[in-house]
């Protein structure tokens, strides 16, 4: 089993930053993706951004040139910096790891973190 550890959420004002980070833990092999997903209230959850084992990054377009996000394979870490925060961006954010290998079980697996809130207001 895999568990992932959300931390940095808050409270920030407009045009405010806030860096979240997600810790991996467990029975882990290696995982492919990691990403960070988000739901506002009577909202679906949505993609922020992901990156690949390689680097590879994909982001929303509601935070493109905003938001950069990063990981650290070696300890299975990643994590989002948050620049020129909106009230929209208010949300549970979601740490996600897919793909992962484990080192007790064949297949690959896809785990959530339980969310952190950020709140964007002044």
């Known amino acids: 089993q895999v568990q992932l550890v959300e931390s940095g959420g808050g409270l920030v004002q407009p045009g405010g930053s806030l860096r979240l980070s997600c810790a991996a833990s467990?029975?882990?092999?290696?995982?492919?993706?990691m990403g960070w997903y988000r739901q506002a209230p009577g909202k679906e959850r949505e993609l922020v951004a992901t990156i690949s084992s390689g680097g590879t990054t994909k982001y929303a377009d509601s935070v493109k040139g905003r938001f950069t996000i990063s990981r650290d394979n070696a300890s299975n870490t990643v994590y989002l910096q948050m620049k020129s925060l909106k009230p929209e961006d208010t949300a549970v954010y979601y740490c996600n790891a897919d793909e992962v290998v484990e080192t007790t079980r064949s297949g690959r697996y896809r785990y959530w973190g339980p969310g952190t809130q950020v709140t964007v207001s002044s």
């Open positions: 467990g029975s882990i092999f290696s995982i492919n993706f």
